[in-house]
């Protein structure tokens, strides 16, 4: 209810009573939202991808073309059945992701090794049906996103993309958002439908130990090529099909921000995507006060505003200020500048951190360049404290009886694996009878059934001999395990 409550109070979002699982994102948290679009637009064109928009519909033929790409997707799909009052004559989905509205123009503009790469990306919304927890940012109806889709002559090329890809949304995460984040590839059975792999980068919440999908990269092969015959004719005179990718990065990314470092005053939002920096809060008893502490704050704005501060002075006449410090904690704006009486005959103001709460009285003369530090090192210490709960938060072990006692008290599991579908299925099916079992005589343990995240690229020493954690067959790898959103 934490999470729910802080987003509308502190006006990030406006449920929407109309349709269940949409969401309305009001300007607070589009402005981080835009902040991330264009860190990551900067990186994708020195990648030479180009930014393009398709259609939103696609007909039920194309949409199956891929038979296990749908079938991933088949439970979520939204079909327009009607235009008017009229039936239509075959429905026609709205897209839950675009490979197939995309390829048939792939097929259409690739015909020689001359061709290649193709690199392309749309910014758009997506519309996947469900209705499995709502959750506002993480599991939604309607999202926004950008998804890539690229063309290469070799699987080398390919998997550079992939790589490529993951590591900008890595880097966006962790120098945007604040938010650590370990890389690696799905499993099998979690991978994207149709793609030969999946590289995904995810998280753990510290308040609740749960995993979060945090982005994804794929390497399609040439599953979609074949289906829909996108060819090129290599520097041989031979055809070949297309090496493909996919990969995208959702808005899912603001809630996770929220839930990594909110606190029970609301928001903190990083310096580098929050919407205000700063908020100067004069306080000012009488109009002889007031007129001269305005007159000093004129010159604290020319100064923030000449060095691309982003800040807001709150100088409403009706709300004392400690209502105006709790309503900007909430909404998590980095500093607060507090100005009153004592501060301007001191010369300086009290600058106040709204993750540490620290307060320190800085002179006029020093006061941009104290901000532009202090902001600096908020980031810097934010991502820090974030880092070391996720640490916390992944335990090493090795059998099962660990391996429940940690899940079940809100943490995730690294641990030695075989695999195998099947230990993977036994896995999440186990996982979830054993913890519901425990949760009569423990409420406070944290059910459902446990999948894996990812098998991280960093990869701890794997013992000669070891055995699979669940199933006690040869491990062959370390997997990162965890309840998820």
């Known amino acids: 209810m934490w999470y729910q409550q802080v987003l509308k109070k502190s006006e990030m979002i406006e449920y929407c009573n109309d349709v269940s699982g949409c969401y309305v994102l009001r300007p607070w948290s589009y402005w981080v939202w835009e902040t991330v679009q264009s860190a990551l637009d900067a990186r994708f064109k020195k990648k030479g991808v180009e930014n393009a928009y398709f259609p939103m519909f696609v007909t039920r033929a194309a949409l199956e073309k891929e038979k296990s790409h749908v079938e991933g997707f088949k439970a979520e799909v939204a079909w327009v059945t009607k235009s008017g009052d009229t039936d239509l004559q075959e429905p026609i989905a709205i897209r839950p992701t675009s490979e197939t509205i995309m390829y048939p123009y792939f097929q259409k503009w690739i015909h020689s090794h001359r061709d290649l790469p193709l690199k392309l990306n749309q910014w758009t919304n997506i519309v996947r049906w469900e209705f499995k927890d709502p959750t506002p940012f993480i599991r939604t109806r309607e999202f926004l996103w950008q998804e890539g889709h690229t063309a290469h002559a070799t699987l080398a090329e390919a998997d550079k993309m992939v790589r490529d890809m993951l590591d900008i949304y890595a880097e966006v995460y962790e120098e945007y958002l604040a938010v650590p984040v370990v890389k690696g590839l799905k499993s099998e059975f979690e991978k994207f439908p149709g793609a030969i792999y999946t590289a995904s980068i995810e998280t753990v919440i510290p308040a609740n130990g749960r995993g979060v999908q945090a982005a994804t990269s794929h390497n399609l092969g040439q599953n979609f090529s074949k289906m829909f015959q996108i060819t090129f004719e290599n520097e041989k005179c031979e055809k070949e099909f297309a090496w493909q990718t996919s990969w995208g990065f959702t808005t899912r990314s603001v809630g996770t921000m929220i839930l990594m470092h909110g606190d029970d005053k609301g928001l903190i939002i990083p310096p580098r995507v929050a919407p205000l920096q700063v908020v100067i809060v004069p306080i000012q008893y009488s109009d002889k006060e007031k007129e001269s502490l305005l007159l000093k704050v004129k010159d604290f704005e020319k100064e923030l505003a000449d060095a691309g501060i982003r800040f807001r002075v709150d100088d409403r ?134 999948k894996v995240l990812n098998i991280p690229f960093e990869q701890p020493k794997l013992d000669e001999g070891e055995k699979c954690f669940a199933c006690g067959e040869a491990a062959t790898c370390w997997a990162f395990w965890g309840r998820s959103y």
């Open 317 to 450: 006449p009706l709300y004392r200020p400690g209502w105006k410090y709790n309503y900007w904690e909430l909404k998590g704006v980095p500093l607060r500048i507090e100005f009153g009486k004592k501060d301007y005959e001191a010369k300086s103001v009290t600058l106040v951190r709204r993750d540490t709460g620290e307060k320190k009285n800085v002179k006029w003369e020093v006061l941009t360049k104290t901000i532009q530090e202090t902001l600096e090192l908020f980031q810097k210490q934010l991502l820090e404290s974030a880092k070391a709960a996720l640490k916390e938060k992944i335990v090493n072990v090795n059998n099962w009886k660990d391996f429940m006692t940690t899940v079940n008290t809100r943490k995730s599991c690294m641990s030695p694996w075989c695999k195998k579908e099947k230990c993977e299925e036994a896995v999440k099916e186990k996982s979830k009878v054993e913890s519901l079992t425990y949760a009569k005589t423990d409420p406070t343990i944290m059910t459902g059934s446990v």
